[in-house]
């Protein structure tokens, strides 16, 4: 067995262990950050039972994508996205976890191939109010959520966001708390959602204890993340 696949039963085992201990009754995936790792790192994940994977560069990821086609992974886009790149996005992906404007939204969706399922995707919620993190603020959510329900090539499932990073758990608790509190804010609404995806290597069990459903898990199941992308 592989150190990614020893990892990989790790995480799962404090997923399982986490939901036990907390109540949570709420299924929770493992999404994979394979951002700067090799395509070899991705297949031996796939191996030990992985199946969703995300990236936070385009380039990059369409490259590993061109050199797995043989395996029938699902592809997220996580990072930040910039207009110029949103029709690659739309046609390359399953999901995309950081929207957070209008306009991008709006050119996933004319983007989207009528060949393919509608793009699942998220709001990136900047819930730590930072100014050099993307995200829309707590205030604008639900216009947005309200137009990108309109939109016919995309299918709103729920937020993201990246919390201000701190070793302090009850500071990581408190925002977890905050995007919990968004997203029933929108349940509260009529909004169909049904994932949270909150919680990275450092911190996914107390997200877990908040109620994500889907946790983003890079260093803690590939490493070290290399210093140079491929």
Not at 27 to 35: I, R
Not at 130 to 136: A, L, P, R, T
């Amino acid at each position: 067995m592989s150190t990614i696949s020893h990892r990989l039963q790790d995480i799962l085992a404090t997923i399982q262990a986490t939901k036990a201990a907390t109540h949570c009754s709420q299924t929770v995936n493992l999404l994979a950050v394979s951002k700067t790792q090799k395509v070899q790192a991705v297949r031996e994940a796939y191996a030990a039972g992985q199946s969703m994977f995300g990236e936070n560069y385009l380039q990059e990821a369409l490259e590993k994508q061109a050199e797995l086609t043989d395996l029938p992974i699902e592809w997220h886009f996580i990072g930040p996205i910039q207009s110029n790149k949103t029709q690659l996005i739309a046609q390359n992906f399953a999901w995309v976890h950081s929207v957070d404007r209008l306009k991008i939204a709006q050119r996933l969706n004319d983007a989207r191939l009528e060949s393919l399922p509608p793009l699942q995707v998220c709001l990136q919620v900047n819930v730590s109010n930072e100014e050099s993190k993307s995200g829309v603020s707590q205030l604008e959510l639900e216009a947005l959520a309200t137009a990108i329900d309109n939109l016919p090539r995309l299918k709103l499932r729920g937020l993201m966001a990246i919390p201000a990073p701190t070793n302090d758990k009850n500071k990581q608790r408190i925002q977890f708390k905050q995007v919990r509190e968004c997203y029933d804010a929108l349940l509260a609404k009529g909004f169909a959602l049904d994932t949270l995806s909150i919680g990275m290597s450092d911190d996914y069990p107390i997200a877990i204890e908040q109620g994500a459903t889907i946790v983003r898990i890079g260093s803690a199941l590939f490493g070290a993340r290399p210093s140079t992308r491929l």
